[in-house]
């Protein structure tokens, strides 16, 4: 089953697409609650699958690095914790999981953001990271017509 999982700018956590309103999309918390709401056209919302990561040559697409972690991890949560860890520990780790990465526009905090929202879809029970999620259609939220 694949399913569109984004991130909303100022709101904490990842969610899942669930419908679309009139002018908005309903959307589902993949933390615990699974509390619904709306998310609306001034929001920033990205899906995971349109975002990519900054290496020494080409771009990776999130989800190739989420398997990538999965991979290292064994399907379980991080075994950093990425709260209490050192910038010298966090490069270490993110090393195991993408060598080529860019050190000069790659920072800590998306490292940090990487691990959060890794450890929330493994929660969530999304670990198919490849099959499971996909792209949004057209441009964000922007490619519905206005009515």
Same mark, same amino acid.
């Given at each position: 089953? !694949?399913?569109?999982?984004?991130?909303?700018?100022?709101?904490?956590?990842?969610?899942?697409?669930?419908?679309?309103? &009139?002018?908005?999309?309903?959307?589902?918390?993949?933390?615990?609650?699974?509390?619904?709401?709306?998310?609306?056209? +001034?929001?920033?919302?990205?899906?995971?699958?349109?975002?990519?990561?900054?290496?020494?040559?080409?771009?990776?697409?999130?989800?190739?690095?989420?398997?990538?972690?999965?991979?290292?991890?064994?399907?379980?949560?991080?075994?950093?914790?990425?709260?209490?860890?050192?910038?010298?520990?966090?490069?270490?780790?993110?090393? !195991?999981?993408?060598?080529?990465?860019?050190?000069?526009?790659?920072? &800590?905090?998306?490292?940090?953001?990487?691990?959060?929202?890794? +450890?929330?879809?493994? !929660?969530?029970?999304?670990?198919?990271?490849?099959?499971?999620?996909?792209?949004?259609?057209?441009? +964000?939220?922007?490619?519905?017509?206005?009515?």
């Amino acid at each position: 089953m !694949k399913q569109t999982i984004l991130a909303i700018s100022g709101k904490p956590g990842l969610y899942k697409l669930v419908s679309r309103g &009139n002018n908005s999309l309903i959307v589902e918390a993949l933390d615990a609650t699974h509390k619904r709401m709306p998310a609306f056209g +001034n929001d920033r919302i990205t899906s995971l699958a349109d975002i990519a990561m900054f290496t020494e040559t080409d771009d990776v697409p999130l989800m190739t690095i989420l398997a990538s972690l999965r991979d290292l991890e064994g399907g379980k949560e991080s075994s950093l914790n990425y709260k209490k860890a050192s910038p010298a520990e966090l490069h270490e780790y993110f090393t !195991k999981v993408l060598p080529e990465w860019d050190r000069d526009r790659v920072h &800590n905090s998306d490292i940090k953001k990487l691990i959060q929202w890794y +450890n929330i879809l493994v !929660k969530a029970g999304v670990t198919d990271f490849e099959e499971e999620m996909a792209p949004t259609e057209g441009d +964000n939220i922007d490619d519905r017509k206005a009515e």
